[in-house]
Structures are given as C-alpha cells and as structure tokens.
C-alpha cells in the first residue's frame, strides 16, 4: 500500500513498543522493537496512517524554524532592524520622555526585545521581517519598561496610553514563537 507521505523506520533493541514521531518540519519517524518484523511494523503504520496524516496537518500551521542566516544577511538585518527600531524609539519616546542610553540590535534566540536595569533597549534583528504595528508594539513595550521594570497593571495602563491594543499584537508575537520580556 502506498502512503501519501515518507517516513524513517528505526530498530531500537530496548523498544517495547512500536512508537511514531512527528517533528515540527514534518519528518515521520517510526520505531520498533527488535521482534517486530518491518513487515508488522508496515502494517502498524498503515493502519495509523489517518492519524498521522492529521498530525503532519496540523505541524504545518506551526510557525516553522527560521533557517541559519549568513553571515550578510544577518549584518543587512541586524542595520535594517537599527534604521526602523532607532526611528520607532524616538517617536514614541516625544510622548514618553524615558531617557535611556543604547539601542542595541542582538540575534536573540528567544525574545524579541528585552530592557536591561542599565537603561539599555535590545531588539532581536528579525524585527525587521515583522509587520509595522507588531514593531511598535515591541518598541513601546520596551520603552514602557524604562518607565516600570515590571509586568504590573501600571506598566500595562503605560503601554496602552499609545497602543490601545496591544493585548492582540502580544498574543501574535507569542505565536510567532519568541517572546517579550
Ligand atoms: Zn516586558
């Protein structure tokens, strides 16, 4: 029986049981124990196939890994990234009047933006690849913390005298797989 999708099928000599695995790229990766012949095996997941075929659906609405810049391109990013951040600060900081001392551009892994205690706003370069209301959202949440080092209803009330809507921008960053802090 053909399948509509590939998969890999491994022996592991402690396997009890016979057990599928879907990565987030959608890659199927099956594994069996020593006893169970490839014919068995075979026929298990034939006779998962409906359940699989659903799980690699859904994988691909995931927001999939972001694959390895070069080093150029990260450098294009990272002044691309400066140019709109350095913009977005000051002219949402004519209303705020934070003082704060660097911009930083980073390759965060896990957030978008951070404030650190010494007054300075780092922004993940990938900012750059983001809609305009999800950077500002961003920005003023960081420059907002300048004011509030905290996550309290005061720092949220600041964030939305110029972001009214920020609730939802937070909830797509979120799902865009990084974070806030
Ligand atoms: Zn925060």
Redo the contacts with the bound molecule.
């Keep these: 029986m053909s399948l509509p999708f590939t998969y890999i099928l491994k022996t592991h000599p402690r396997a009890k049981h016979m057990s599928i695995r879907i990565s987030r790229t959608g890659v199927v990766s099956v594994t069996k124990p020593k006893k169970i012949s490839i014919d068995l095996a075979e026929a298990f997941i034939v006779k998962k196939k409906d359940w699989i075929i659903e799980k690699l659906a859904y994988v691909k609405t995931l927001p999939q890994p972001v694959p390895k810049m070069t080093r150029a391109e990260y450098v294009q990013l990272k002044e691309r990234a400066y140019e709109i951040v350095e913009k977005r600060v000051k002219h949402f900081n004519q209303f705020y009047n934070f003082s704060y001392k660097n911009i930083s551009i980073k390759n965060q892994k896990t957030r978008w933006g951070s404030c650190s205690s010494q007054k300075n706003l780092n922004f993940n370069c990938k900012i750059a690849l983001l809609d305009e209301e999800l950077v500002d959202y961003i920005v003023v949440?960081e420059l907002c913390?300048l004011g509030q080092m905290n996550?309290s209803s005061k720092f949220w009330s600041l964030v939305a005298q110029t972001i009214p809507e920020y609730k939802k921008h937070h909830v797509a960053l979120r799902k865009k797989g990084l974070g806030?802090?």
Excluded: E, G, N, R
Aim: aromatic share 0%; glycine share 0%; no cysteine.
């Design positions: 949440h913390h996550h806030l802090s």
